[in-house]
Each structure stands twice: as C-alpha cells, then as structure tokens.
C-alpha cells in the first residue's frame, strides 16, 4: 500500500519569508499524482498544487512551487514571501495513476510570525 | 451554494443516538467520499462511491452507515457510536474519468462531532 509521510509537525516562518515543506511516499507505481492541500483554521481543505509523476518539471502556483524528486520519492512544498494567510495545516497527498484513493500524510501545521 | 457544503457543522450527540450527516456537492462531479480526520493522525477514508455505487469500504465499523441517492448528495447515518468516534468528518468529491487524470477531490467544511 501507499504510504504518505509528513516529517515535520509543526514548522514556523517569518512573514514574507521562505519555507520548505517535506514528504516523502512510498509506491511502487510509475504513474500517480501527488497533491498539497491547505487548511486553514476552521475552514475548507483546499487544493494548493499538484504534481503529475510523469512530469519532470516542478508544478508553481505562483507563491508555491514544488520539489518533486521521483527517485527519491520525495515532494516538497516551498512557500515564498510568506504571508500571514499562508497559516495552516498543509497536507501532502498521493493518487495511483488509475484508481480513485487519495493517501494523505499525517500533515504539517505552517504558523507564520508577524 | 457552489463547492462542497456539509451539514450540520457541529454535531454532539449521545452514545446512543441516531444521527445523519449530510453531504451535498454543486460541482457536478461523478464520485463522492467521506473522511474520518482525528488530531495527529492522516485522513482515513471511509467510503467511495463513484457513479452512485460503493466502490470501497475501508473496514468501517457498522455503526457508520452510508447512503448516496444520487451523485450530488452523500449522507452519513451515525448509530451507536463510541467517544473514539469524535472527529471531523469530511466530505469530498471528485470528477473521475476513465483516463489518465488527476482527478482530484474537493473537500466541504467538514462536520465536527462529539460523542459524549
């Protein structure tokens, strides 16, 4: 089975600072996605980027941008200039290319200093 | 209303009452699920349906029931549980298709229950 591993709990970063995210996963597909999702105190779960694994160039979305390393099964999340908005808990994800179930890891709660 | 809604947002509720969540989604998507997400721990996926029909059933214990009259609406029936019950509840759909795709989930607010 896939697995999801989120080795940070818990990370800070100054506003308008930059901050690295890590996951790592365990498949033995050649072809899945990978996603991050934010949520927010109280609020909805929603989708910050996704990789597609036959991609080799790292997915942006303007403040966010990925490190996706397939050999080393390895894809990070860098937030960039920081913003007070940016605090939550950040989940890493996993779909195999050709079923339904996302494996999620067990998340990384982002606090961003004033 | 657009996305994913979820009602009730909080829920407490007895060991011994029944009880139902509702889960709605306005996206037109295809596949619905619900997610169990205690503090600390990953998401755990309960139930898949994908065209209407269960398609998974991660060992959930028969006190969580699900029901899914058509692909828009997801209801969670609650009978009996336990305080390790507690948890948010999340819902989500997805637009799956038969070809490579990413088909990825959008999640409702989530319903916050408390088992007493």
């Known amino acids: 089975a896939q697995t999801v591993t989120q080795s940070q709990p818990e990370m800070s970063v100054q506003e308008a600072e930059t901050v690295t995210l890590s996951c790592t996963y365990d498949?033995?597909?050649?072809?899945?996605?990978l996603f991050w999702y934010k949520q927010p105190p109280s609020r909805q779960m929603i989708l910050v980027i996704r990789?597609?694994?036959?991609?080799?160039q790292n997915a942006t979305e303007n403040r966010f941008s990925v490190n996706f390393q397939k050999a080393a099964k390895s894809f990070s999340l860098k937030i960039s200039d920081s913003q007070l908005g940016d605090a939550a808990m950040y989940f890493c994800?996993?779909?195999?290319?050709?079923?339904?179930?996302?494996?999620f890891g067990a998340g990384t709660r982002l606090t961003v200093k004033p | 209303e657009t996305g994913v809604t979820q009602t009730p947002r909080h829920l407490v509720m007895g060991m011994t009452n029944k009880k139902s969540l509702k889960c709605e989604q306005h996206?037109?998507?295809?596949?619905m699920y619900w997610y169990k997400q205690s503090a600390k721990k990953p998401l755990e996926l309960m139930f898949v349906?994908?065209?209407?029909?269960?398609?998974e059933n991660n060992s959930v214990p028969s006190r969580f029931s699900p029901e899914c009259p058509n692909s828009s609406h997801l209801f969670l029936h609650l009978h009996t549980l336990q305080p390790e019950d507690s948890a948010l509840y999340l819902c989500?759909?997805?637009?799956?298709?038969?070809?490579?795709?990413?088909?990825?989930?959008?999640f409702g607010p989530g319903t916050r229950l408390t088992v007493l």
């Open positions: 990789q597609e694994a036959y991609k080799q």
């Open positions: 349906y994908s065209l209407e029909e269960r398609v």
């Open positions: 989500a759909s997805s637009q799956v298709r038969w070809t490579r795709s990413s088909n990825e989930q959008f």
């Open positions: 994800a996993y779909k195999g290319g050709n079923n339904n179930d996302m494996r």
């Open positions: 996206l037109g998507h295809n596949a």
């Open positions: 498949t033995s597909e050649s072809d899945y996605y």
